[in-house]
């Protein structure tokens, strides 16, 4: 089970699902959303319309679209017009690893979930994401492969600081230090 962290545009990823940092209402805003909303097509949003509301931290999945992807898995982080907080980045995370889990899928890949529109910090949200990666790769999971890619340089250098500084962390213990 791999890791990996890749700068660009998370509507290219071939993978079996992108992760969406939606909202509670699913409505296909801006930001990352807007970006699947465009590349995917009208059909995502009409899927997301069927579906209907979601709760705060959960996640829903639909088609992809247009999308190299499968699917799409919407992560509700924060509520239409609201912000995102740990509690909710967490869940939504969680939530988005068991349904990809629970559908069988082997890859996926995750944005900065509400690093944008959402206002929560970069560095909290890599440190928060990776963690709740981890620790659902460490368990039963059908997931091989969970990307992050990142728009942007400077969000790519946050998380891979964050990762690096893990490592360096796990062997220190590993060693007694």
């Known amino acids: 089970m791999r890791i990996l962290l890749e700068e660009g545009d998370i509507t290219a990823a071939e993978v079996d699902?992108?992760?969406?940092a939606a909202n509670t209402d699913l409505q296909l805003g801006t930001g990352v959303a807007?970006?699947?909303r465009q590349k995917g097509g009208p059909e995502i949003q009409a899927e997301c319309d069927r579906h209907g509301p979601i709760g705060l931290g959960e996640a829903a999945l639909t088609g992809a679209g247009y999308l190299p992807a499968r699917f799409v898995i919407h992560a509700a982080g924060m509520q239409l017009g609201g912000k995102v907080s740990e509690k909710s980045l967490r869940a939504s995370v969680r939530s988005s690893l068991e349904?990809?889990?629970e559908r069988g899928l082997r890859s996926l890949a995750f944005p900065a979930i509400g690093t944008g529109v959402g206002?929560?910090?970069v560095q909290r949200c890599a440190e928060i994401m990776l963690e709740e990666t981890e620790t659902h790769l460490a368990a039963e999971t059908s997931l091989e492969e969970v990307r992050f890619v990142?728009?942007?340089e400077p969000s790519y250098r946050i998380f891979e600081e964050v990762?690096?500084?893990g490592r360096i962390r796990a062997q220190m213990e590993k060693l007694g230090l």
Do not use: Q, Y
């Open 99 to 101: 349904l990809a889990s």
């Open 119 to 121: 206002g929560f910090p």
């Open 34 to 36: 807007g970006a699947i």
């Open 150 to 152: 990142l728009f942007g």
């Open 17 to 20: 699902a992108v992760v969406n």
């Open 163 to 165: 990762r690096d500084a």
